[in-house]
């Protein structure tokens, strides 16, 4: 999220070890140990894709970011249902916006090169408001002319093939999307600019016959956000449009279009909610650094998901609170 | 004390992971004649309809309707013991004067009294008010039945807020209006809050389903209405979604029985899950006061089972209303 100071101070006071509240998500805890883990039969249903999603790792250097995100990658890779890939929620490193050209190299070079020493899995990646590089230009001592600034270096840094794009798995299709828009009034905006709001469009036409999973880092829609700091303003329910995205309502009419959309998986709020409206169900899925590697963050535990897509459209979801302790 | 919080926390976990198992099972009811039966091999501590914001009025054919929505919940195979309202039982009394005021309470209880066998438990809706905008309603204020008397009266109801027990079950209905000079804001005083903090206290083991006009969590929120996200940030008024939600939900926390919270109000079907507690939104009996669906929900109520291990099933009906509109 957007204040990361703001929350750290919180944490101090609501950090209670309250929710590992978290596994509640459908108790899909009952996958037998297998070889392969796409193509497998659960309950009778064939899978498409077993993938873990970690959102909101922000690695860097310190805070024992590294040594957290190590003990994760390992947690995911030794369950017994090992899942075929790990898609990330974005927010991969600590914050771009406002690094300094070196800085945001020691944050991206770190991530790497856990990637390259703990992960065996195929990993895809979402780009978060903190993947951005520059756009706070005084603080990351930017021009804007730099030809890596904003979204480049990171598309680039992790060969991306486009800052969004379509994943194929069985019955399904992934759409990895990029939340985060520069705004006149302050650092950022949450929505899907107009280019890829018709890439969105096409995609949702050209692929009726399969399943349609949104993964984009900042809620398409969340309730839990409202109580996330004092979000009351005389008397009124008022929250930024960097907390969630603010072209809901074009989005949930062109879902309501499209049916064939069963799934839209964000990160941003290090919260765990999940909610159904519409026959879509919208799951916010808490972070891989809990409250930014200083312990968990109101009722949310460091976490993963895991996410089993079914072909028959079905899916099952489980917050998994991988042990991590800050000492 | 710290410790003790805690502890408290961890038992809503374990709690949580059970009544997320029963969700995945939602709209797979398998009707059986009696209805404290045993379903899925889990006892039945109790089957009731709830229904919200009838509205009723003589246009459209809503006294029609009403009554089919009644019909048709008392003809369900597996018929439900009893009817929960969560207010909006006219289409309006705030602005409405004396002779209005009587002439739809007459009409309502005239289609209960013909077409409900069931035992009806009431809530307070903003619209149960009578008289709040005084120069509409041309009141003073010194009625002796003025404001939520009325409607008190009307129903024959106790208390604007009471509990009652059924099985494992403790049912707490809440009133959420705290009138203002023409409207309302969504809100439990301090006197309810305190009588709900000793309704937690005392539920004795029992598993809690708390029922309020105002949705505690929604999302339907930021739809309902005009262009919430006009300012470029979402602002939702205070009378959408009860503003003091924080406060509740950390309420909640302390007791890992409080299972489901149930509203009205915004007349969408909404299912979120935070923090251990489903939060469920039940549409409208009247959709759009009698002009059709609201949005993308259809006219309906919904069929709620509470089992005595704490876990529930629910399901939204649409009973097939069309409205009639004139040309």
Not at chain 1, 49 to 66: G, Q, Y
Not at chain 2, 74 to 97: A, F, N, R, V, Y
Not at chain 2, 157 to 169: A, L, T
Request: aromatic content about 12%; some cysteine.
């Amino acid at each position: 999220m957007f204040d990361k100071n703001l929350k750290l101070t919180r944490r101090g006071v609501l950090g209670g070890s309250i929710a590992a509240a978290a596994g509640l998500i459908t108790g899909a805890n009952i996958f037998s140990s297998s070889a392969s883990a796409a193509s497998k039969k659960i309950n009778g249903k064939k899978r498409s894709i077993r993938f873990a999603h970690l959102t909101d790792i922000h690695i860097e250097p310190k805070r024992k970011a590294p040594e957290g995100f190590t003990a994760a990658l390992r947690h995911v890779q030794s369950q017994k249902d090992k899942p075929d890939m790990i898609i990330t929620g974005g927010d991969n490193v600590m914050d771009l916006l406002g690094a300094k050209d070196d800085w945001a190299k020691v944050q991206t070079d770190t991530f790497k090169e856990i990637i390259a020493k703990e992960c065996e899995l195929p990993i895809k990646y979402c780009i978060g408001n903190h993947d951005t590089w520059g756009w706070d230009k005084k603080n990351s001592n930017t021009t804007g002319d730099e030809p890596l600034w904003g979204k480049a270096r990171f598309v680039k840094e992790f060969g991306l093939e486009n800052r969004y794009y379509a994943i194929d798995a069985g019955k399904w299709r992934i759409l990895m999307l990029d939340s985060t828009h520069i705004d006149k009034k302050d650092v950022y905006t949450a929505k899907f600019d107009d280019e890829q709001y018709d890439w969105l469009v096409e995609q949702l036409k050209s692929n009726q016959g399969k399943y349609i999973c949104l993964i984009n880092h900042i809620p398409i829609m969340s309730a839990a956000v409202l109580l996330d700091g004092d979000n009351i303003k005389q008397g009124r329910w008022s929250l930024p449009d960097e907390w969630m995205h603010l072209d809901t309502r074009k989005l949930v009419d062109l879902f309501w279009q499209n049916k064939n959309v069963k799934l839209c998986i964000s990160g941003h709020l290090h919260l765990l909610e999940r909610l159904e409206y519409n026959n879509v169900t919208y799951i916010c899925d808490g972070a891989v650094c809990g409250g930014w590697w200083g312990g968990p963050f109101h009722e949310c535990q460091e976490g993963y998901g895991l996410f089993d897509l079914y072909d028959d459209g079905t899916f099952d979801h489980q917050y998994v609170d991988y042990g991590w302790e800050v000492k | 004390m710290f410790e003790e919080y805690k502890m408290i926390n961890r038992r809503a976990f374990l709690g949580s992971s059970i009544a997320a198992a029963g969700l995945a099972s939602i709209k797979n009811f398998s009707f059986s004649k009696n209805s404290q039966s045993i379903k899925n091999g889990k006892k039945r501590s109790l089957r009731f309809a709830h229904i919200t914001d009838i509205h009723i009025r003589q246009e459209h054919n809503a006294p029609e309707g009403f009554a089919l929505a009644l019909n048709h919940i008392q003809s369900q195979k597996d018929k439900p013991q009893m009817i929960i309202t969560t207010g909006d039982h006219l289409i309006d009394s705030i602005g409405e004067d004396d002779s209005t005021t009587e002439m739809l309470w007459t009409l309502f209880k005239d289609i209960m009294k013909k077409n409900c066998k069931l035992p009806v438990k009431y809530g307070i809706g903003n619209h149960d008010y009578w008289g709040v905008n005084k120069k509409k309603s041309k009141t003073t204020g010194n009625e002796p039945n003025w404001g939520v008397k009325r409607t008190l009266e009307e129903l024959e109801m106790e208390s604007r807020y009471y509990s009652f027990d059924q099985g494992s079950w403790r049912l707490i209905m809440l009133d959420s209006i705290v009138p203002t000079d023409t409207y309302c804001i969504g809100k439990i005083e301090d006197d309810q809050f305190k009588w709900l903090e000793e309704q937690i206290k005392t539920a004795d083991g029992r598993f809690m389903a708390i029922f309020s006009h105002i949705p505690i969590m929604s999302v339907g929120a930021y739809f309902y209405g005009g262009n919430n996200e006009k300012t470029g940030d979402w602002v939702v008024p205070g009378s959408r979604m009860i503003i003091n939600a924080r406060q509740l939900k950390d309420l909640f926390r302390q007791n890992a029985n409080v299972k489901l919270c149930v509203s009205g109000h915004i007349h969408l079907y909404e299912h979120i899950q935070y923090a251990g507690v489903n939060y469920i939104s039940g549409g409208a009996i009247s959709g759009r006061w009698w002009k059709g669906q609201h949005q993308e929900t259809q006219e309906g109520y919904c069929l709620f089972d509470l089992y005595d291990d704490g876990t529930f099933e629910h399901e939204y009906v649409d009973y097939g209303w069309q409205a009639n509109l004139p040309d």
